[in-house]
């Protein structure tokens, strides 16, 4: 079947933007993970989605960061104001049903920063 | 502070050789350990979990083991290929908590 979808998989903007990463997780997984991850370093954990309702956003860096999954299916990563420090790889994981299952990861969405 | 270290950063054998992977986590008391391999432009594979209560888990060439009580875990990759070249990063959940922590990864080369 399908695995976790990522689009786009690089977007460059400048500095002061707005964009919106897209992950689509594998179908009837009801946990949602957003990661960032930095040249050489482990992913950083940013948010987790059960089904609709986001159960920890404690890794969100700042309120420029907000992310949605309306549905519980899809979810959108939403950066306002973009900064060169937000420059990083994306990462959306989607597990069965929580956080003691395993995760399935997306390709990931390169974001550069000007 | 909960963290996850892995030593070497980066690691070259050449094909055939049984090579050890390093994972060190400071508070013992963690809920499960897992192990992961990344590829460039491919995300993450998951390739071992450990449960708290478990010693070692196997698949095929991978052997990962647990010992809470010295903070660390081992990836043991048996007669390495050089399609084994990726980086292997170990994560961390520990009971209070819903994130997995990760380390900074090992970054493998296997030579022909």
């Known amino acids: 079947g399908a695995g976790v979808s990522q689009t786009p998989s690089n977007k460059v903007t400048e500095k002061g933007k707005y964009v919106e990463l897209r992950c689509d997780p594998i179908?009837?997984?009801?946990?949602l993970y957003w990661y960032r991850q930095s040249l050489g370093q482990g992913p950083e954990f940013l948010i987790y989605?059960?089904?609709?309702?986001?159960?920890?956003d404690s890794g969100l860096p700042n309120d420029r960061f907000f992310a949605v999954r309306p549905e519980g299916s899809v979810s959108t990563l939403k950066i306002q104001r973009t900064e060169r420090g937000d420059s990083a790889v994306y990462l959306c994981?989607?597990?069965?049903?929580?956080?003691?299952?395993?995760?399935?990861f997306g390709p990931g969405t390169r974001l550069t920063v000007l | 502070k909960q963290e996850v270290t892995q030593i070497p950063a980066a690691l070259s054998v050449p094909e055939g050789e049984n090579l050890v992977l390093n994972c060190s986590f400071t508070d013992s008391a963690i809920y499960n350990l897992q192990w992961f391999r990344q590829d460039p432009g491919k995300g993450l594979t998951s390739l071992l979990l450990i449960q708290s209560s478990q010693r070692e888990q196997t698949s095929g060439r991978l052997n990962a083991s647990l010992d809470k009580s010295s903070g660390r875990s081992t990836l043991y990759i048996a007669a390495s290929q050089p399609g084994d070249s990726a980086t292997y990063l170990c994560?961390?959940?520990?009971?209070?908590?819903?994130?997995?922590?990760w380390g900074a990864g090992t970054k493998l080369i296997i030579k022909p």
């Open positions: 179908s009837g997984h009801t946990a």
């Open positions: 994560a961390v959940r520990w009971d209070s908590n819903y994130q997995l922590i």
């Open positions: 994981a989607s597990s069965l049903k929580g956080v003691t299952d395993t995760q399935y």
């Open positions: 989605f059960q089904g609709t309702g986001a159960a920890d």
